[in-house]
């Protein structure tokens, strides 16, 4: 079974910090994607990696970033976190092409004060 | 971007019922991947159901099955003799040939006993 894990189910910090998500899967996937899901708005795509060193921007990329330095881990990055990043977010992986399905983890709440 | 549309934010059926959760989504794309995820409370998203673009035949899985109509852009899903295990959040998900995965903004269906 593949598997998704995330750092933490749920995280508090403070306005300004830096803060790390940490993403890992365990079945060698090319793809993996960070999204935040809110009430009402459904997933919405902060960033998606295609390979190892790969990124590319989603729909709302403003104040993350990312990085993929192993093809297992993929890592959100919140420079300075604000309250309007208090979210829910998600990490997936799957493989490259085809009708292959992205495969989610657990999720992190992450609430900003 | 592609959108994804799921019109009813809320549905509730009895258990061992039949209900049908809409999506319709745009595109001008002629070939394409749509899924069906749910999110039951507080647990991992998992795939219930995919559809390749390119195949006329509905997909099925179980009690699971689509009503997939391309030309109107419209992807419903279909849950049978439903049960108490079906309430979750469902979501409808396009993927792009870009490899970039479009999310609705979900169903939350109730099965009342």
């Known amino acids: 079974d593949v598997k998704v894990t995330q750092s933490s189910r749920y995280l508090v910090k403070r306005t300004g910090e830096k803060v790390f998500l940490e993403c890992v899967q365990d079945m060698d996937h090319e793809n993996m994607f960070w999204y935040r899901q809110d009430p009402g708005l459904g997933l919405r795509l902060i960033y998606f990696s295609y390979d190892v060193k790969m990124k590319e921007k989603g729909d709302i990329p403003e104040g993350y970033s990312v990085s993929r330095e192993k093809k297992e881990r993929f890592s959100l990055i919140l420079e300075s976190a604000s309250t309007n990043q208090t979210s829910m977010y998600l990490c997936?992986?799957?493989?490259?092409?085809?009708?292959?399905?992205?495969?989610f983890g657990p999720g992190t709440r992450l609430t900003v004060t | 971007a592609q959108t994804v549309t799921q019109s009813q934010p809320e549905m509730s059926v009895q258990e061992a019922e039949t209900v049908t959760l809409s999506c319709t989504y745009d595109t001008s794309e002629s070939d394409y991947y749509l899924f069906w995820y749910k999110q039951p409370p507080s647990r991992q998203m998992i795939l219930v159901i995919r559809?390749?673009?390119?195949?006329?035949q509905n997909a099925t899985e179980n009690r699971f099955s689509v009503n997939f109509q391309k030309a109107a852009k419209s992807f419903s899903l279909k849950i049978s003799d439903s049960q108490l295990g079906d309430a979750a959040m469902y979501f409808c998900?396009?993927?792009?040939?870009?490899?970039?995965?479009?999310f609705g903004t979900g169903t939350s269906l109730t099965v009342i006993p």
């Open positions: 998900a396009y993927r792009s040939a870009g490899n970039q995965f479009y």
């Open positions: 997936a992986s799957r493989l490259s092409g085809g009708p292959y399905e992205q495969y």
């Open positions: 559809q390749e673009a390119y195949k006329q």
